[in-house]
């Protein structure tokens, strides 16, 4: 990513204000005296004494930090994954490294991704945060609550994540579930066709 540079040249003592333009910009210098004030002041290197003001807003935006370290951030991390990785080839096998950088992908979850396959469907969440804290955990999924509630699929619980594969419907209930879809869809179509 290429940093944004702010013009470092100053103006005269009159107006003593720091160009706002781009470092690499071409013609007068220029600033406003704030971010949303839609005159500027101008002034060339030729006469840095000659400040004429002009229409519009020229101030530097500063680049976005917070955005910046995050993409640091990640990538200092994938960079260490990355040897890592390449460390486990080396001295193991290529399945080695797979498995690592899978399971550090599979850990980097921030947001729920779910794939559904017919009747069932099949995810990746981060765990609760008000959830107790697990290094590793097995729970069964069910619908409903209670003793009698159906088993409907298993969670596996890796620290912040979880990674699970339920049916979302009992098979009983399944076509059921498909009719009463299907008719919501048609509603929905003439509602907004
Ligand atoms: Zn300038």
């Known amino acids: 990513m290429r940093r944004r540079h702010r013009c470092s040249t100053w103006s005269c003592i009159a107006v003593d204000v720091q160009c706002q333009r781009l470092a690499t910009h071409d013609g007068p210098h220029g600033a406003s005296p704030t971010p949303t004030h839609d005159r500027h002041w101008s002034w060339t290197d030729d006469d840095p004494n000659a400040i004429t003001v002009l229409p519009g807003t020229v101030w530097f935006h500063r680049p976005d930090r917070t955005r910046i370290k995050k993409a640091a951030r990640l990538l200092g991390e994938w960079t260490a994954y990355g040897l890592v990785a390449a460390l486990l080839w080396w ?6 490294a797979a498995v690592f950088l899978a399971l550090e992908l599979l850990l980097s979850v921030r947001r729920a991704h779910f794939v559904d396959l ?20 097995v729970a069964f999924a069910t619908h409903g609550e209670g003793r009698n509630a159906k088993r409907a699929g298993l969670e596996v619980i890796l620290g912040p994540v979880v990674v699970g594969a339920f049916s979302l419907v009992p098979r009983s209930d399944w076509p ?10 048609a509603q929905q179509k003439e509602l907004h066709p």
């Open 91 to 96: 001295c193991d096998s290529w399945a080695a």
């Open 176 to 185: 059921a579930y498909k009719r009463s879809q299907a008719a919501f869809e």
């Open 118 to 137: 017919g009747r069932f469907t099949a995810g990746v969440w981060p765990v609760t945060p008000a959830a107790p804290p697990l290094i590793f955990g």
